[in-house]
Structure formats: C-alpha cells, structure tokens
C-alpha cells in the first residue's frame, strides 16, 4: 500500500499490536506482503520496540521463511528474520526451509541436532566446521540416526570424526560418531590423518579395528606416540 509502514499503521490496518510477521499474515495479507517489501523499515520497527520479534509462534516459523523466500526476500534479510524471530522458534528438519538459513540456524542452535539435518547440511552446505561446529558444541549425542542407511551413518561417522578444525575436542568427536551408530569398525581408509588422540580414542571406542590393517594405514602418522601408550601392555 501508500501508507508509512509504521507500529500505528500496522496496528490499525490488522487490529492488533504485534510486529510479529506470523501475527501479521494471520489478520492482513496485504500488509504482511507490505512489510516483506519493506523489510528495511520493519526491522526498524522490530529493533525499536523492546521485546519485539519477526515471528511469534514456532509452528509459523518455517511457513514465514518459506514464504518470504517465495516472495523474492534476499538472503541476508531472510538470515535477519532468523534472528530476530522468537527464541522458541525452531525447525526440526532443515529441509523445511530455505538453504540459505542454514547455517544461521545451526549457529543459533535453532534446529534439531538430527543425523538427517547434519548429513543435508554436509552434502548441501559443506564440511562440520563454523557454524556446524557452534551447533554441536554441548550436543552430547545425535538424534535419530536410526532414520539413515548403514551407509549414511557411517558417512556421517567420517564427517564428524574429520572435522577437527572445528571441533577441536576428540573425546567430543568419538563420543558424537558413537552416537550417529554408524555400522563398525570404519575402514581406515576412509578417515583423515590426524596428529594427536584421535586413532587411539577410536580404536579404544571399537569405531575402528585394532588390527595390521589400521596400524599400517595411514591415520597413524603423527598419532603414533599417543597410539603407542594406549595400547602398550602393561
């Protein structure tokens, strides 16, 4: 419409007094549609008020994304709905919504910490690092890794326990793989070198075999110290 995309306007033109976009849509589609054209203005409004959110009620939440993606919204603004949405408002499977949130849901921990969700996000997105690791920070295990193939769990396995440049704890990697019940023992082939623990904590989770054929490989290399004093006899 003509009209300044003003709290006043809005409250009069849907008969209520949230900013919020579900409750918005709910009373006007066409000042709903006029607000996702000015988004500029209404994150004004939404900053100026105390208390204030982009959306309100959780169940609205991936339905407000999607039709603001449909509606041509930009990415960096779709990213700001995100984040100034309710902190109850939470998606339990990444592929409800638009791609370009992602990673904004995975830093702000508001998606489910899913074996599906990790393994979209790693073949769309890329490696367990950044914002994925900001999102498996404090996760102490992976949700419903039973929905994916044998193999999809141990690919996931693979990614979680080769992410060390984000996830710098190993005892956190082992204990994330473990709980992805990927099928064991991971050929050592498919695993990346890494110095430290890492081989040592994984042969001692029985995630890969302690066998000729994993100490030959190449995952020793720096880690063959470390591996030495684990599985020394006594």
């Known amino acids: 419409g003509a009209y300044e995309l003003n709290a006043s306007n809005i409250e009069d033109l849907t008969g209520q007094p949230s900013l919020a976009l579900d409750d918005i849509r709910a009373k006007s589609e066409p000042v709903f549609a006029a607000a996702l054209g000015r988004l500029a203005a209404y994150f004004e409004l939404i900053a100026a008020r105390e208390g204030a959110v982009t959306v309100r009620d959780p169940k609205q939440f991936a339905s407000i994304l999607n039709h603001a993606n449909d509606a041509a919204v930009g990415d960096e603004h779709l990213v700001q709905i995100v984040e100034k949405s309710s902190p109850t408002c939470h998606v339990g499977d990444l592929n409800d919504v638009p791609e370009s949130v992602w990673p904004t849901l995975l830093s702000s ?19 367990l690092d950044g914002d994925a690791a900001i999102f498996l920070d404090g996760t102490e295990a992976i949700e419903e890794s039973d929905q994916l193939s044998d193999d999809d769990r141990r690919r996931l396995a693979v990614a979680i326990l080769g992410a060390g440049s984000g996830i710098s704890s190993t005892a956190h990697r082992v204990q994330l793989a473990l709980s992805a019940d990927a099928p064991t023992p991971i050929p050592p082939a498919s695993l990346q070198p890494e110095a430290g623990d890492l081989v040592g904590l994984m042969i001692e989770a029985s995630l890969v075999a302690d066998d000729e054929l994993t100490l030959s490989s190449a995952l020793i290399g720096m880690g063959r110290c470390v591996l030495n004093l684990l ?4």
């Open 109 to 127: 921990k508001r998606a489910t910490p899913s074996a599906q969700n990790l393994l979209s996000y790693i073949d769309n997105v890329g490696p």
């Open 231 to 234: 599985i020394a006899p006594a």
